[in-house]
């Protein structure tokens, strides 16, 4: 996984072929003004996902890993927290191969995801989203979906 802020995504273009494509969506797309939805890339090859929501109490909130996708996420506007936690012996207690998801009931640390900044998990990395710092919040954010072969 990374986690680093835009500034230096050219650090990390070349950790995979289509990553600089993440990229270039990214610096070429006015997210202020995108509406939420789907948006393709290069077909199923690499696409966005443009979301608002608000961000919830840990509680209700799931780590998850993906098999066919590396996830490039950026916060465009707002912040969360996301747990952060490296797959080892983890057993998922939900599985979707059609939709790209496990889900799974672990502890993580806690890192803190602000507008500007971007993570980039691959399929060994397991990741919660959209948990509250101290209240609610709401967060605006892509992610560009990246087909690992």
Do not use: R, W
């Not at 990390?12 to 270039?24: S, V």
């Not at 199923?44 to 993906?66: G, L, N, R």
């Not at 998990?121 to 709401?138: A, G, I, T, Y």
Request: hydrophobic share 40%; glycine share 4%.
């Amino acid at each position: 996984m990374v986690i680093d802020k835009i500034e230096n995504s050219l650090l990390y273009a070349n950790l995979h072929k289509n990553i600089a494509k993440g990229f270039n969506y990214i610096d070429a797309t006015d997210l202020q003004q995108i509406p939420t939805g789907k948006y393709e890339i290069d077909g199923e090859e690499i696409f966005a996902i443009v979301m608002e929501y608000d961000t919830k109490d840990i509680s209700e909130t799931h780590h998850e890993s993906h098999y066919t996708y590396i996830d490039l996420q950026y916060i465009i506007s707002g912040s969360e927290l996301v747990g952060v936690k490296t797959l080892t012996t983890e057993t998922p207690f939900e599985i979707n191969i059609e939709s790209d998801y496990a889900f799974y009931h672990v502890e993580s640390d806690l890192v803190s995801f602000k507008e500007g900044m971007f993570m980039i998990f691959f399929p060994d990395d397991l990741h919660m989203p959209c948990v509250s710092e101290n209240q609610v919040s709401k967060v605006k954010k892509v992610v560009v979906k990246i087909k690992v072969s």
